[in-house]
């Protein structure tokens, strides 16, 4: 069980860095687009596959957040990760509170959603 809750804090320390790295300026464009979107899947409190439907609802969790890191991890020059995992293990340490963010990210979803209902109708006006 500590081998878990070790793995589960490597994790969010991983995601803080993955948002730092999100914003730094020398990280490459395609690589800073992919983060943003990991994070805020990891932070959103929409899924993909709701969790209330038995094993897929958390699958998805399982499967696309860490991939997502693992595969930005891969793609962030290592200097910058290096720069940024220090930085996410001082935030990780104050633990702050951040309702902030989350209030953007599910803004951020609201009109992602509504810019895809517009898509559809436009696509299929046609």
């Known amino acids: ?3 878990l809750k070790q793995l589960v ?3 969010k320390q991983d995601i803080y860095t993955v948002y730092l790295a999100s914003i730094d300026p020398r990280v490459p464009w395609y690589a800073r687009f992919l983060a943003i979107c990991v994070v805020a899947y990891a932070f959103s ?3 993909l ?3 209330f439907i038995p094993i897929l609802g958390y699958l998805d969790d399982l499967l696309i957040v860490p991939c997502g890191i693992w595969l930005l991890l891969k793609i962030i020059p290592p ?3 290096a720069d940024c995992r220090e930085k ?4 990780s340490e104050r633990q702050p509170k951040n309702w902030v963010a989350a ?3 599910i803004i951020i979803w609201f009109l992602l959603g509504i810019t895809a209902v517009i898509w559809v109708k436009i696509i299929f006006k046609n």
């Open 1 to 3: 069980m500590q081998q």
């Open 9 to 11: 804090r490597k994790l």
């Open 45 to 47: 409190p929409i899924d």
């Open 49 to 51: 596959i709701p969790d």
């Open 79 to 81: 200097g910058i990760l």
């Open 88 to 91: 996410a293990a001082e935030i």
């Open 103 to 105: 209030g953007v990210i």
